[in-house]
């Protein structure tokens, strides 16, 4: 089942920086979806665009349509608040707020009017499970999340997401501020959330790109080269470009 179907998506930028050029490709439900490709090729701008968040930035032009879950989510009359609770957004870099770890994981809750001490406590504690941490900090969530490590503020990042229940997570270079052992863990927890969520990340090199993927898309200069499952696109890729950037011979 597709979770999204992106038909003919082409965007510009006013200083026509990283385009997007018709791009069309259907993205399946609970599985890892990974955009891979060089710098400037159109990832980051392709995820920004499935939950509106380029709507912050200085849009020149965009055609096409992107169906979630059946709906185009580019109609002028879309919620955008209520599409960003159902596909949440993790960054490259680890931002905790200047709260306590609990106070981060419930943040979305509570500014969405829950009020239920029970109901924060729960979600709290399911999304620090999910995100292999409750463990590691059920007895001082209300210690700041500044004092964790760099690989425990990134996973507070994404219980942050989880807490709201969405059906979609992105994740842009989500280990790239990270050493190995916690690009690791984060890795391990994607594998098991894929089997409850939809995942969409853009990772920081091929080499993480080949062990998470089920489905893979190369995206080069803002076109969608090839597309297809890991196996196929990182071991028969079709299009000499997509192989060519997988042996390191550019990018």
């Known amino acids: 089942m597709n979770e999204f179907v992106i038909k003919n998506l082409s965007l510009r930028y006013s200083d026509d920086n990283e385009s997007l050029k018709n791009i ?6 609970k599985a890892i979806t990974v955009l891979f490709g060089p ?3 159109g990832k980051s ?4 665009v499935l939950n509106r968040l380029n709507d912050l930035a200085d849009v020149k032009e965009m055609k096409g349509e992107v169906l979630f879950q059946g709906q185009n989510i580019l109609d ?4 955008v608040i209520e599409l960003r609770r159902k596909i949440g957004m993790v960054f490259s870099r680890p931002v905790p707020l200047p709260l306590s ?7 979305g809750l509570v500014m969405a009017g829950e009020k239920n001490k029970h109901k924060l406590d729960h979600a709290v504690e399911q999304a620090l499970r999910q995100s292999f941490l409750w463990e590691e900090v059920n007895d001082r969530l209300k210690d700041s999340a500044y004092s964790l490590s760099g690989g425990q503020q990134q996973r507070v990042c994404l219980a942050r997401v989880l807490a709201l229940e969405p059906d979609v997570i992105m994740l842009d270079e989500p280990t790239s501020a990270l050493d190995p052992i916690a690009t690791s863990n984060i890795e391990e927890m994607l594998g098991e959330l894929k089997h409850q969520y939809t995942i969409i990340i853009a990772p920081h090199n091929v080499q993480q790109a080949v062990r998470v993927a089920d489905y893979a898309a190369f995206f ?3 076109e969608l080269v090839e597309f297809g499952t890991g196996k196929e696109i990182f071991h028969t890729p079709k299009d000499k470009r ?4 997988i042996t390191g011979r550019y990018g």
């Open 24 to 29: 069309s490709l259907e993205i399946e439900s």
């Open 76 to 79: 002028p009359k879309m919620d």
């Open 45 to 48: 701008t392709f995820l920004r």
């Open 220 to 222: 080069l200069m803002g």
């Open 39 to 41: 710098a400037g090729g």
């Open 101 to 107: 770890i609990y106070d981060n994981v419930a943040y």
């Open 242 to 245: 997509t192989s060519d950037y």
